[in-house]
C-alpha cells in the first residue's frame, strides 16, 4: 500500500522559512501530480501548491505566490515545498497529496489518476 510522508513541519518566526518534504513508498513521484494542501484550525482545507506529472509547471495559490516553491527531488522520490517569508497566517497542518482530480482543481496540475493517496500532515506553527 502507498504511503505518503510529510516532513519539516516546526515553529517558524514570521519571516523565517521552513522546507517541507514529501516521500513515498512504492509510488514513484515524479511518474504523478503532487500537490501541498492545509488546513488552520476551524478552517477548510486550502490548496497550497502542485506540480504535475514529470517535468509538469508548478501552481500556487495566490496567498503563497513569491514566498512558496514547489520542487521535485526525483533522485529521492521526494517533493519538497520550500516555505520563506513566512506569516502567522500560515499556521496550519500541511498535507501532501497525489489525488489528481482534487489537485487538478487548483490549477494546470496533470497526471494519471488512480493514485488517491493523503500524507497524515505535517505540523507548520509560525509565531513569535
Known amino acids: 500500500q502507498v504511503q505518503l510522508v510529510e516532513s519539516g513541519g516546526g515553529l517558524a518566526q514570521p519571516g523565517g522559512s521552513l522546507r517541507l518534504s514529501c516521500t513515498a513508498s512504492?509510488?514513484?513521484?515524479?511518474?504523478?501530480?503532487v500537490g501541498w494542501f492545509r488546513q488552520a484550525p476551524g478552517k477548510e482545507r486550502e490548496a497550497v501548491a502542485c506540480?504535475?506529472?514529470?517535468?509538469?509547471?508548478?501552481n500556487y495559490a495566490e496567498s503563497v505566490k513569491g514566498r512558496f516553491t514547489i520542487s521535485r527531488d526525483t533522485s529521492k522520490n521526494m517533493v519538497h515545498l520550500q516555505m520563506n517569508s513566512l506569516k502567522p497566517e500560515d499556521t496550519a497542518v500541511y498535507y501532501c497529496?497525489?489525488?489528481?482530480?482534487?489537485?487538478?482543481?487548483?490549477?494546470?496540475?496533470?497526471?494519471?489518476?488512480?493514485?488517491?493517496?493523503w500524507g497524515k500532515g505535517t505540523l507548520v506553527a509560525v509565531s513569535s
Open positions: 497529496s497525489t489525488d489528481s482530480l482534487t489537485i487538478a482543481k487548483m490549477g494546470p496540475c496533470f497526471g494519471p489518476m488512480g493514485n488517491d493517496y
Open positions: 506540480v504535475g506529472d514529470k517535468e509538469g509547471a508548478p
Open positions: 512504492t509510488l514513484t513521484l515524479y511518474r504523478v501530480a
